[in-house]
């Protein structure tokens, strides 16, 4: 079955950075695109980005543009978000998640992986 | 960027009644509509997809109706495991955009 599993959460200084991570398998990697959304406490879901099952393209919201990078290894299975600058406001559960393209629903979430910004 | 607005943002009901929570965009996005489940703790769960499309393995009680810009998500018999936060989003266009999500509790 499908399972993405989020790594790299943790506490942060405002300004710092921080690498999230994604494994995905149960199903054929390259050939879906993949998003990150989040949450932040007491608030509703927000997405972050998204990217094309080749690469060849990237969406961000404009609350992360220029700030985050998404990317993808095929040969590994692997999703990654490269988090710079961050901000108290990026205080969330960050999930990854599954979806052949842009305009398709989001059919399959991982669990999640907490980021703190905090001094 | 396509604002989702949904209501209400939070309603007590009881196992057994009927409930619907409505969905409204900015603009029209054609059935580009989805509706998602959150448990406390939990990763979200697709309900349903291109406004009324039921994703398998949910449970008929669930159904989604509308298009343009107004949408409607309707559960028959609210059960236990029901209650949850849901959560509308649109997926015209990028920046896709979630609703502000609406909380079903127990009365």
């Known amino acids: 079955q499908v399972q993405l599993v989020e790594s790299g959460g943790g506490v942060v200084q405002p300004g710092g950075s921080l690498r999230l991570s994604c494994a995905a398998s149960?199903?054929?990697?390259?050939?879906?695109?993949m998003h990150w959304v989040r949450r932040a406490p007491g608030k509703g879901l927000e997405w972050v980005a998204f990217?094309?099952?080749?690469?060849?393209?990237?969406y961000y919201a404009d609350s992360v543009k220029g700030r985050f990078t998404i990317s993808r290894d095929n040969s590994n299975n692997t999703l990654d978000l490269q988090m710079n600058s961050l901000r108290p406001e990026d205080t969330a559960v960050y999930y990854c998640?599954?979806?052949?393209?842009?305009?398709?629903?989001?059919?399959?979430w991982g669990q999640g992986t907490l980021v703190t910004v905090s001094s | 960027d396509i604002q989702m607005t949904q209501s209400p943002s939070s309603l007590s009901t009881s196992v057994g009644d009927r409930v619907t929570i409505t969905c409204r965009a900015s603009?029209?996005?054609?059935?580009?509509l989805n509706w998602y489940q959150q448990r406390p703790g939990k990763a979200p769960k697709l309900l349903i997809y291109?406004?009324?499309s039921l994703q398998s393995g949910v449970p008929s009680r669930f159904s989604g109706s509308g298009s343009g810009t107004d949408f409607t998500l309707t559960i028959s018999s609210l059960q236990p495991e029901d209650f949850a936060t849901y959560y509308c989003?649109?997926?015209?266009?990028?920046?896709?955009?979630f609703g502000g999500g609406t909380k079903v509790e127990i009365k």
């Open positions: 998640a599954k979806g052949p393209q842009s305009w398709d629903p989001i059919d399959y």
């Open positions: 149960g199903f054929t990697f390259s050939t879906y695109g």
């Open positions: 990217i094309r099952f080749d690469g060849s393209n990237k």
């Open positions: 603009q029209s996005i054609s059935n580009y």
């Open positions: 291109a406004a009324s």
């Open positions: 989003q649109q997926s015209y266009r990028t920046p896709l955009t």
